[in-house]
């Protein structure tokens, strides 16, 4: 059985995945969109900067996240300015460390999807009148929603394993930012082996559900296609 404070870190991970995915999808499939449609020469440049977290150590994402929230840094300045409590260590910023984290694993998929959308289809929509705005959500959501749920899916997983990034920013702090993964180490540390086999084991399960629901729904939309 789990413990209480396991199951305090299992809810507060679920909710940051939660707040993180939702956050990622609003924002991830406009500028998917965008990736997919632009002729912009100097595209490739906002390309490497999403793609960017998939090679850089967590480690130093969260360093320059901490210094950018510390009370002297450029959004520890703004939230002062603005009467808001410092990011560092807080809930708060540990979701804006996991939107950056995970960014490329919702925006990659979602944008995969918008290109292998065709002009014609599109000119087609336009031709009965439908505006861009119209055919975005009537045409251009319904095709790619295989990368659409695929992008949140393994942005959702992403953000329940992190842990570079929550331990710079965020710090252990029980029920505020102790998410399962530092939970984990604080039970390796010390020799707790069968506490850590049991968060472990649920990180387990629930990641080969996830994998399942991307895969089964893929499979599922190309036989629907065919």
């Keep these: 059985m789990l413990t ?33 449609r632009t ?12 793609a960017l977290p998939l090679v850089l150590p967590p480690t130093v994402l969260g360093f320059y996240l901490l210094l950018a929230f510390a009370p002297d840094g450029p959004l520890g300045k703004i939230t002062s300015a603005l009467g808001i409590e410092p990011l560092a260590f807080t809930f708060q910023g540990l979701v804006i460390g996991s939107v950056l984290y995970s960014l490329p694993f919702v925006v990659q998929p979602i944008q995969t999807a918008f290109l292998s959308i065709k002009q014609e289809q599109l000119e087609v929509a336009a031709t009965l009148g439908s505006s861009p705005v119209s055919r975005f959500f009537s045409v251009v959501l319904p095709m790619a929603r295989p990368g659409i749920i695929t992008g949140a899916v393994l942005g959702f997983a992403h953000t329940l394993g992190e842990f ?12 505020s930012t102790r998410v399962v993964s530092i939970a984990i180490y604080d039970q390796v540390e010390s020799l707790n082996y069968a506490g ?10 629930i990641s080969f559900l996830l994998l399942v629901i ?4 893929n499979r599922g939309f190309r036989i629907s296609s065919s």
């Design 214 to 217: 991307v895969y089964g729904t």
């Design 39 to 50: 002729k912009w020469r100097f595209q490739f440049v906002i390309d490497a900067i999403i």
């Design 4 to 36: 209480q404070p396991e199951i305090n870190a299992l809810w507060l991970t679920f909710r940051l995945a939660l707040v993180t995915t939702t956050i990622l999808v609003l924002l991830g499939a406009p500028l998917a969109w965008w990736l997919a």
């Design 164 to 175: 570079g990034v929550v331990l710079m920013i965020g710090g252990n702090i029980p029920d």
């Design 196 to 205: 850590a086999h049991r968060l472990s084991a649920v990180l387990l399960v």
